[in-house]
Each structure stands twice: as structure tokens, then as C-alpha cells.
């Protein structure tokens, strides 16, 4: 089974820039997609990026030009890259990959935009 790990969480201003990686324990390269979902208090999770084997990319409407998701194939390492951070960000993210028809999830990693 896949272990995701992320990190890079933390307290950061709101327009303030933040990267959070996820580390897979296989290839990424064979997963079908990777992604980043995040989870507010009292809301549901919310698919927020998500990148194809192939390269293809979508994102949630509301972080579309803030967020860019990346990869990088020879360190098993998917990438979230935000940037003009708002209040409404806050969320735990948790990584996400789909592998042979089965979600794997990591352990989540807390953001917190706030002055």
C-alpha cells in the first residue's frame, strides 16, 4: 500500500506564500493521479488541485491563479504551491493518489492564514 507524507504546513499572513510537499513511498510516476484535498472545521473535504499521469492539471475554482500543483517524478514528490494566501485557506490538506483504482490518503498537514 502507498504511504503519502506531507509537510509544510503552518501559521503564515494572508497574502503570504506557502509549499506543501507530499512524499509517496512508490513511484508516482505510475500513479493514475495525485492530488491535494483540504478539510475546514465544519465543512466537507474539498478537492483543491489534482495532476494526471499524463500531465493534465484541474483545480477548485476559487484557487485557480494562487495555487499551482507540481511534481516531481525522481523524488516521488508531489508539490502544492500557494500563494496569496487568504483567511478562507485555512484548512488541514491532505495529500491524495490514485493507484490501481484505490484512494490512498496522507495524514494531512494543518494551514493556518491568519494576521
Known amino acids: 500500500q502507498v504511504q503519502l507524507v506531507e509537510s509544510g504546513g503552518g501559521l503564515v499572513q494572508p497574502g503570504g506564500s506557502l509549499i506543501l510537499s507530499c512524499v509517496a513511498s512508490g513511484s508516482i510516476s505510475s500513479m493514475y493521479w495525485m492530488g491535494w484535498y483540504r478539510q475546514a472545521p465544519g465543512k466537507q473535504r474539498e478537492l483543491v488541485a489534482r495532476?494526471?499521469?499524463?500531465?493534465?492539471?484541474n483545480y477548485l475554482d476559487s484557487v485557480k491563479g494562487r495555487f499551482t500543483i507540481s511534481r516531481d517524478n525522481a523524488k516521488n514528490t508531489v508539490y502544492l504551491h500557494l500563494n496569496s494566501l487568504k483567511p478562507e485557506d485555512t484548512a488541514v490538506y491532505y495529500c491524495?493518489?490514485?493507484?490501481?483504482?484505490?484512494?490512498?490518503w496522507g495524514q494531512g498537514t494543518q494551514l493556518t492564514v491568519s494576521s
Open positions: 495532476i494526471y499521469s499524463g500531465g493534465l492539471t
Open positions: 491524495n493518489a490514485r493507484v490501481n483504482g484505490l484512494d490512498a
